[in-house]
Structure formats: C-alpha cells, structure tokens
C-alpha cells in the first residue's frame, strides 16, 4: 500500500532544493520535453520493509521500500517521474527488452559520512556514460542534472536504507529498456527509465583478498566498432560462460584480452591497472585506452586522475599486451597489478596464468602477509576517505 504524495516546484535545474511540498501539481499523464524534478510525484509505501542488519548484507540481495520510475514515449516525450514502492514490472511477452536486449545500466553508490550525511560519488558521470549507452541504443536521452535531483530525493525517501560504518553503502541501479510491445528488430518507440537501491557491505568483508586470474585466448569481452564502451547488459551476459570455466580451472576471474598479441582489455567486470617498471626502466602505472572496447569507469577515472595529481610516477593510458607482462614478470619488473571498479574500489590481483603458466603478480613486499600492494591500498584508502567525506572533494556530492 501506498500514500501519495505530489512535489512541485522546489528542485531547480542547479541542484537547489526549495520547499518540496510545492503547490504545482502534475497529473500523472503529464508529458514533458524532459526528464524534470520539479515534476516529481512521491507515492510512499504505508509497509516498510524490516532493515536487514548491515553484517548480513549479501551485494545485490535486499533492496529498499521505494523505486523510482519514468515512462517515456515516442510521441508523447517524457511521463513525470515518480518514487513509488518497491515492486515487480508489468511487461508483455513482446517486449523489446527481452527479444533484442535494449537495455543499459548504471551503477553508483550513496554513502552515509562519519556526521550522518549521505553522499553521492561522482554521478555526473555516471549520467554522462548512461546518456551515452542510450544513445548507442537509440533509446531517449535524458537531462541528467535533473535525474540526479530525482535520484537524490529516491535516496532521501530511503535514507534509512544508507548502511552506517566504512565500507558500507547504498547500491544504485539506474537502468533504461524498451517497452515496445512488438517484435522486429527497429528503435523503440517507448522506454522505461528506473532506479533502484540495494543496501550493501563492504567488498572484502575481512580485508583485502587478491585474486587468481585467468587469461581467456579464445573467448573476447569486446571489439572493435562495437558496444563495449557502454554498459548494456548483453555486454555482461556473455562473459558468465567463461568465468563458470575460468572458476572450474581454479582461478577467480576472467583477464579478458584481444588479437594475437593478447592484448589487455579488462579483469572481470573491472577496468585494469599495471604497475610495473617498463622496458625504458621508468616506473608506470599504465591502463589499457578508450579505444572504443573498454569501458570509461568512472572509478578508473579517478584512479587516473589521483595518481597523476601524485606526480610520483608516470601514468598513461596505452596498449599493452600479456606478453610483456608475462616478460616483466620474469624479469622482475612486474610490481603490482589491480582492478578498479565501483562495487570494489580496486581489486588487487596474486597471479595470472597465461598458455600454460602462471605467472606471479607481487603485492606488499615490504609485508608477506599483505593482500593488496603499496599503489592499490593507497589508491583504496583514498578514494575511500573521498567517498566517506573524510577528506572534502569536489567528487563528494552531499544529499542536503
């Protein structure tokens, strides 16, 4: 069950909320040019859901009282959106979504501070890389300033849903499909924006735990002229086949390469990170670029964007392949290897096996028992201090 609740007026385009309970109201059919805040209509459930105790939160497992949702059509543009209880999608068996995959996502996270305060962490690109996938979908883009409002007042709605304590958040999941109820494969001529919210603990529960890697020389997550620059579904799909087998052979996830020369591409669901000292001597920490196959992570953004503002050492975007990895670790050159990603901040990676042999990847050296190198528990600790306010950055966006 549900009350209702209207808002007006009171969110402007700048992110300034004025008084929520305006006296502007929409009818539901309202049909807008864009997605609007002002417009936003709340419908709050009268049954709230028990809170799950934070120690037994499972990634992805629980979800929150509320939803948001905004319908849009060909014709008609932009519904007003609305926050509504939690609950299953009404589709037909047609559905465009389900025949040929219009679907993309996002993925962020609020964060409750040390004073209380939930945050956002960057979701301005987080819009800008959806906007980009629906547009490679020819689904319709949106304002996103203005989503990010509507997501801030879904989060405010379920704000006792924010876990407290480090490592712990609320997982937000934007998504857009098609609706269109026929078959055929043409652009849609309805879609469906929603966001939901998990709450959720920390990635590694007792600490870093590094992980074995698989380099996959038959199967590639991604490729030239196509998709795997955007974060659509059917790009994550494909991957499960071999992951099952990479897990089967005794390694935890997939290294995803291309070409004859295997070059590196991404680890897992992860954006990759090399540490290394490479053929000239000089020490680097070098991602593979957005060449069209990786995804433009918005933690690895950050990742290149903190280590440069270091100034320690030379950090560039380029191709690299598993050979010289694999000649760097005989040599002695390799230093640390890690993922980087919104669900785990950075994932530090123990060895990889590659034709054959595995290679050891180091971690601390200066520490046997450590799981996580010098470069990625730094990196952690302060996109962490970032992401939990301790430390005040532009990137830190406060839900008032």
């Not at 808002?7 to 700048?14: A, D, K, P, S, V």
């Not at 300034?16 to 002002?38: C, V």
């Not at 026929?182 to 870093?208: E, K, M, Q």
């Not at 954006?271 to 991602?287: D, P, Q, S, Y």
């Amino acid at each position: 069950m549900s009350s209702l609740l209207r808002l007006g007026g009171g969110l402007t385009r700048g992110g300034h909320r004025g008084s929520l309970l305006g006296a502007r109201m929409l009818h539901a059919s309202s049909r807008l040019d864009d997605i609007r805040a002002a417009a936003l209509q709340k419908m709050t459930t009268t049954t709230p859901k028990a809170l799950v105790a934070k120690e037994k939160l499972v990634f992805g497992h629980t979800f929150s009282d509320h939803m948001l949702t905004v319908e849009w059509t060909a014709k008609g543009g932009w519904e007003a959106p609305q926050i509504k209880e939690y609950g299953p999608l009404s589709l037909d068996p047609s559905c465009s979504v389900f025949h040929y995959a219009f679907e993309c996502f996002e993925g962020l996270k609020a964060y409750r501070d040390a004073q209380g305060k939930v945050r956002l962490f960057r979701p301005d690109k987080n819009m800008e890389r959806m906007n980009q996938s629906v547009e490679r979908l020819h689904l319709p883009q949106f304002d996103g300033e203005q989503l990010i409002e509507c997501i801030k007042e879904l989060v405010r709605t379920d704000e006792r849903w924010v876990p407290e304590g480090r490592g712990y958040s609320l997982y937000i999941r934007p998504t857009v499909i098609a609706t269109e109820n026929t078959l055929g494969v043409h652009r849609a001529n309805s879609a469906l924006l929603y966001v939901i919210t998990s709450p959720c603990g920390p990635y590694f529960p007792t600490g870093f735990k590094a992980v074995s890697l698989y380099c996959d020389e038959t199967n590639v997550r991604a490729w030239p002229g196509g998709v795997g620059n955007r974060k659509m579904g059917a790009n994550y799909a494909a991957s499960v086949a071999p992951q099952v087998e990479a897990e089967k052979k005794g390694y935890q996830q997939v290294l995803w390469t291309i070409g004859e020369d295997h070059e590196l591409m991404e680890v897992g669901t992860m954006n990759l990170f090399v540490h290394w000292r490479n053929e000239a001597g000089e020490e680097e920490l070098v991602t593979p670029p957005l060449d069209g196959t990786i995804l433009p992570g918005v933690t690895r953004d950050s990742v290149l964007e903190l280590v440069r503002g270091w100034g320690e050492f030379k950090v560039s975007e380029r191709k690299i392949n598993m050979k010289q990895i694999a000649r760097a670790s005989d040599e002695g050159r390799l230093l640390e290897i890690f993922g980087a990603g919104t669900a785990c901040v950075v994932t530090p990676v123990s060895r990889i096996h590659f034709k054959g042999k595995d290679y050891a990847v180091p971690l601390d050296p200066s520490n046997p028992e450590s799981q996580a190198g010098p470069v990625a528990g730094r990196i952690y600790k302060a996109l962490m201090d970032i992401q939990y306010g301790d430390v005040p950055s532009k990137w830190s966006v406060p839900i008032d």
